[in-house]
């Protein structure tokens, strides 16, 4: 299973950027998707996750700023950023919930990391 996250890069302060992770490989199905975030000295954090239903959850820094969805065909996770602080600089983190072909409980996956820097 593999977890390819796209779309970081450098934004003003008030900016947007939009991350997406798609995941691949010999899967079932695929439970919670989300992302996370780890700032340099800080411990990593949720930033918003999202069940296959729909249901969302967000950290509350980034609540009514971000947005997550998801796109169960295609395995993909999105996360909308929008006026974007720079204590939003981190290095975000893709996340998924998989059940492989052939298991019955989900294991968790991580993405190789995407930096996100916001300059004032």
């Not at 947007?16 to 990593?44: F, K, T």
């Not at 069940?51 to 959850?57: E, P, Y």
């Amino acid at each position: 299973v593999q977890l390819q996250a796209s779309g970081g890069g450098l934004v003003q302060a008030g900016g947007s950027l939009r991350l997406s992770c798609v995941v691949s490989g010999d899967i079932y199905s695929v439970d919670e998707m989300g992302w996370y975030r780890q700032a340099p000295g800080n411990q990593r954090e949720m930033v918003a996750t999202i069940r296959s239903g729909g249901l969302t959850n967000f950290g509350y820094s980034v609540k009514d700023r971000f947005t997550v969805s998801r796109d169960n065909a295609k395995r993909l996770v999105a996360l909308e950023m929008n006026a974007l602080k720079p204590e939003d600089t981190a290095v975000y983190f893709c996340n998924a919930h998989v059940i492989r072909r052939g298991y019955y409980a989900p294991r968790e996956y991580w993405g190789q990391g995407t930096l996100v820097t916001v300059s004032s």
